[in-house]
Nanobody
Framework: QVQLQESGPGLVKPSQTLSLTCSVT??????????WSWIRQSPGKGLEWIGA???????ISQPSLRSRTSISRDTSKNQFMLQLDSVTPEGTAIYYC??????????WGQGTQINVSS
């Protein structure tokens, strides 16, 4: 069973950079045809796809967030990371990592709550 686990700071101040890590077990992020994605859900809103990294390291991202988003990976640890620059209070959300095939997300992490507040 593929498992994903997010880790992050919990609280970030406005204008700072949010850094999250997703650790993957029982699947390699460098093989197969899946993308490894970041998704968030703000209070009272639907899911928002942020971006993803493919098995060859190719990156796709949401155009509205692209200028502030950096997605990378550590293949030695089977982890992938998200950096979101210049966060605002609107960035308060539960952040999830997931395995993606086209528009279908087959495995999800449990999510990590991120609050953006001074």
């Amino acid at each position: 069973q593929v498992q994903l686990q997010e880790s992050g700071p919990g609280l970030v101040k406005p204008s700072q950079t949010l850094s999250l890590t997703c650790s993957v077990t029982s699947a390699s992020i460098t093989t197969g045809y899946w993308f490894w994605s970041w998704i968030r859900q703000s209070p009272g809103k639907g899911l928002e796809w942020i971006g993803a990294i493919g098995p060859a390291g190719d990156i796709i991202s949401q155009p509205s967030l692209r200028s502030r988003t950096s997605i990378s990976r550590d293949t030695s640890k089977n982890q992938f990371m998200l950096q979101l620059d210049s966060v605002t209070p609107e960035g308060t959300a539960i952040y999830y990592c997931a395995r993606q095939t086209n528009s279908y997300f087959s495995f999800w992490g449990q999510g990590t709550q991120i609050n953006v507040s001074s």
